[in-house]
C-alpha cells in the first residue's frame, strides 16, 4: 500500500465485513484519508451530520480494521468543516501522506541496492537547489523512494524551518486540478504549487498521458526551476520510459540527476530485518532474521511488514519467536502479495480500454488485426501477472485450448522482440491495472 488512500481502500472493504454495504456507504461514501502517521489516521467528511454519526458509532470498527491491517493499535482523528484547511496548514508537508518524522535519513537502511540514490538525496537535501536539481529517483513500489522524499524534507524543514515544503503524488496533482478547474479555483490551485520552495511530487509516471495534467505540470516546474527552487520526483520507471510523456517534460526530468533504487540484495534485506526490529524492541535470534532475508526477496515493505507481524504474535499471543511463528508469517506475507494479483478480468478490461477493444471482442472469436492483437496482449499480460495456468488462461477467452494460449504467447515474444514500444505499452498496462488493484 503507497498512500493512506490505498489503506482507506483497504479498511472500506474490511469495514464490509463487519457491517452492511449499505451503511458503508451511507456514512462513507464521501469521507476521504487525508492524512496517514505511524499511529493515526485522519479522516475528512464534508457533512456534519455524517461526522457526528461516524464518531458516536463507529470509530470503534475503525480503529479495529486497522489493527487488522497493520497489527498494531492506530487511533481515528475525524475531521469536517474548516478544519481540514486548519489541519493542513499546520502539517504543511503533506496533506495526503505519511509522517515525516519518523522517514529520516538515519532510519534508511542503506545498501549497494539504493547507496547511489540516498547519496544525492542527501546532496539535495543539505543543499536545496544547489546540487542536483531536479532529483529524480525511480525504482520498484516499496523499495523506498518514499522514503528519500520524506527524509529529505524532514531535514530541510529543520535546516530551513522557513521553507514551504509540498508534497503530492502524481494522480493527485491531476485530481486536485480537476477540481480546481470545476470550481473556478485555479489561480490558487497554480498559487498553492508554484511558491513551494521544495516541490515533492511521488510517482510522477501518473501524469504521462494526460495533456491538460502535462500542460499545468510544465509551467509549475519552470516557474519552480527558474526561482531556484528543489524538485525531487520519484516513478517506477526512467523518464525516457515513461510513454505518452511530452517530450518537454522529458527533457527537463532529465535536466538534473537520475537515480534508481533497485530490490535489496540479502545483505541489506538482513540489516532491514534488524533495523526495524530494534526500532521496535523486539529482540530476534540470527537464524530468524536470515530465514526472513532469505524468503522475502521482492521489497523493504513487505521485509518490514513481516517484523510486525512477528512483533504482534509476541505481544498478544506471548509467543516466542521460533520456527513455527517466523514460518507461519513467512508464509502470511506470501500469501498476502499473492492475494493482490489482479484478477484476469482487470487485465483484459484495461488492455481492452487501451487498445479501444470491446471486452467481448477481446475474448471472443473475433479476428480482425486489433482485437487479435489486444487478445494476445491480455494473456501475455495474464500469464505474467497471475498465477493461472494455460488451461484457465484459455477459459477466459471462449475456453480456447492451452495450444493456442501457447501460441498467442510465442507470437507477443517475437513482436516484443521486433518492436520495444509493446513493451513500454504493457508496461503502460501494468501501471493502470496497479493503480486499481488496491
Known amino acids: 500500500m503507497n498512500s493512506q488512500a490505498d489503506v482507506w481502500a483497504k479498511l472500506l472493504s474490511l469495514l464490509e465485513k463487519e457491517m452492511t454495504s449499505t451503511a458503508v456507504t451511507t456514512w462513507f461514501d464521501d469521507a476521504v484519508a487525508v492524512d496517514l502517521t505511524e499511529d493515526t489516521l485522519v479522516l475528512y467528511t464534508p457533512v456534519p451530520f455524517k461526522h457526528d454519526v461516524i464518531s458516536r458509532t463507529y470509530i470503534p470498527a475503525l480503529k479495529k480494521a486497522l489493527f487488522e491491517l497493520f497489527a498494531k493499535d492506530f487511533e481515528v482523528k475525524l475531521l469536517t468543516g474548516d478544519e481540514l484547511e486548519a489541519y493542513r496548514r499546520e502539517r504543511p508537508v503533506s496533506s495526503n501522506g505519511q509522517d515525516v518524522d519518523h522517514y529520516t535519513f538515519e532510519r534508511f537502511v542503506v545498501g549497494n541496492s539504493n547507496k547511489f540514490a540516498h547519496a544525492a538525496a542527501r546532496a539535495v537535501a543539505d543543499n536545496p537547489a544547489k546540487a542536483y ?106 523518464p525516457k520510459d515513461m510513454r505518452g510523456l511530452e517530450e518537454r517534460l522529458r527533457s527537463r526530468f532529465e535536466w538534473g540527476l537520475i537515480a534508481d533504487i533497485q ?18 524492541g523486539l529482540e530476534l535470534p540470527d537464524a530468524v532474521l536470515e530465514y526472513i532475508a532469505e524468503n522475502i526477496t521482492a521489497n523493504v515493505r513487505q521485509l518490514e511488514g513481516a517484523v510486525q507481524k512477528l512483533l504482534a504474535l509476541q505481544s498478544l499471543m506471548g509467543d516466542n519467536i ?34 479501444g477493444v470491446e471486452e467481448e471482442a477481446v475474448r471472443g472469436q473475433q479476428r480482425d488485426r486489433e482485437t487479435a492483437f489486444a487478445r494476445q496482449v491480455a494473456m501475455h499480460m495474464i500469464r505474467q501477472l497471475t498465477n493461472l495456468s494455460l488451461d484457465a488462461i484459455g477459459k477466459e477467452f471462449d475456453s480456447r485450448d492451452h495450444t493456442t494460449v501457447i501460441y498467442s504467447l510465442d507470437r507477443i515474444k517475437d513482436q516484443m522482440k521486433k518492436d520495444s514500444s509493446i513493451s513500454e505499452v504493457i508496461r503502460d498496462i501494468t501501471a493502470n491495472i496497479n493503480a486499481r488493484n488496491v
Open 133 to 238: 536539481n531536479p532529483l529524480f529517483i525511480y525504482g520498484e513500489s516499496g523499495l523506498g523512494k518514499t522514503h528519500l522524499l520524506y527524509a529529505i524534507a524532514h531535514t530541510i524543514r529543520e535546516n530551513h524551518p522557513d521553507f514551504r515544503i509540498i508534497y503530492i503524488k502524481g494522480d493527485d496533482f491531476t485530481n486536485e486540478m480537476v477540481q480546481a478547474l470545476r470550481e473556478g479555483k485555479n489561480m490558487e490551485f497554480r498559487g498553492k504549487y508554484r511558491q513551494a520552495d521544495l516541490f515533492l511530487v511521488d510517482d510522477i509516471q501518473f501524469i504521462a498521458g494526460k495533456d491538460s495534467t502535462q500542460e499545468e505540470f510544465f509551467h509549475t516546474f519552470n516557474t519552480l526551476y527558474e526561482a531556484k527552487k528543489q524538485i525531487v520526483l520519484t516513478s517506477d520507471r526512467p
Open 263 to 280: 530490490p535489496p540484495d540479502y545483505e541489506t534485506r538482513l540489516a532491514i530485518i534488524k533495523n526495524k526490529s530494534v526500532q521496535l
Open 322 to 355: 521460533g520456527v513455527t511463528s517466523v514460518f507461519k508469517v513467512v508464509n502470511d506475507v506470501v500469501r498476502d502479495q499473492t492475494a493482490l494479483l489482479p484478477s484476469a478480468s482487470l487485465i483484459i478490461e484495461e488492455v481492452s480500454k487501451f487498445y
